[in-house]
């Protein structure tokens, strides 16, 4: 488990807030951008921003069974935790006493480019 610092939820919003200035230079000028790079960095900026948003537990829960990226309330000594937790069954397993708030899907894993042989 980790904190989420002040600096932590920056990170987030100024990387959404550039992908979303991107999107909205796109938008503004398609006679500047090739068509087809244009439409390609405008999916993946869009795939981007659905996959990788906080739901917070009023707005529902996972439908899929599986890990999850979780923010929660540490009561004890108030202050948010983000740690991975299981979903199964209609509940997240995992909570050590806190009080879930919001939940995201895990990124993909990363994996290294393969060089080419030559």
Do not use: H
Request: aromatic share 14%.
């Amino acid at each position: 488990m980790s904190d989420l610092t002040q600096g932590d939820i920056e990170f987030f919003k100024f990387n959404k807030y550039k992908i979303y200035r991107i999107i909205e230079i796109i938008q503004d000028n398609p006679d500047t951008f090739n068509a087809q790079i244009g439409e390609s960095c405008l999916s993946k900026a869009i795939e981007f921003l659905e996959a990788n948003q906080w739901t917070p537990i009023e707005k529902g829960l996972p439908t899929e069974n599986d890990m999850y990226l979780v923010t929660a309330m540490d009561i004890l000594v108030n202050r948010l935790v983000v740690y991975t937790n299981s979903f199964l069954d209609g509940e997240f397993r995992d909570t050590f006493g806190f009080e879930i708030i919001a939940w995201m899907t895990l990124p993909k894993a990363y994996q290294a480019e393969k060089e080419e042989k030559k």
